[in-house]
């Protein structure tokens, strides 16, 4: 059983920063490709950045590229995502996920295991 618990969202002004947490329990090897995706009020939920083993180790949507990083600590089952310059369009509710069901995953119906999110509302 697979259990993904985002952390540190909350409320920032316009330019500041924020560091996202997602730690993941149960099926390890599902951390092998793990995501943060975003869903806005009416809006669609998007992709933000991926990140994978092997030589194409990161993806990043063009609106966060630049702003965003995404990173991980194997050793905690823990990944980040530290976003910088953040702008009010960035407010939505962040999502973790895991276990990519195709290589190289980006898409929210590529992934198998999410958590329940945490708020991120920018001012």
């Known amino acids: 059983h697979v259990q993904l618990v985002e952390s540190g969202g909350g409320l920032v002004q316009d330019g500041g920063s924020l560091r996202l947490s997602c730690v993941a329990s149960g099926y390890t090897q599902s951390n092998r490709c793990m995501g943060w995706f975003r869903q806005g009020p009416g809006k669609e939920r998007e992709v933000v950045a991926a990140?994978?083993?092997?030589?194409?180790?990161?993806y990043y949507s063009n609106s966060v590229k630049g702003r965003f990083t995404i990173s991980r600590d194997n050793a905690k089952n823990t990944l980040y995502l530290q976003m910088n310059s953040l702008q009010s369009e960035d407010t939505a509710m962040y999502y973790c996920a895991s276990g990519c069901l195709r290589e190289l995953a980006s898409a929210a119906r590529d992934f198998a295991y999410w958590g329940r999110g945490t708020q991120v509302t920018v001012s």
């Open positions: 990140i994978y083993d092997g030589a194409h180790s990161t």
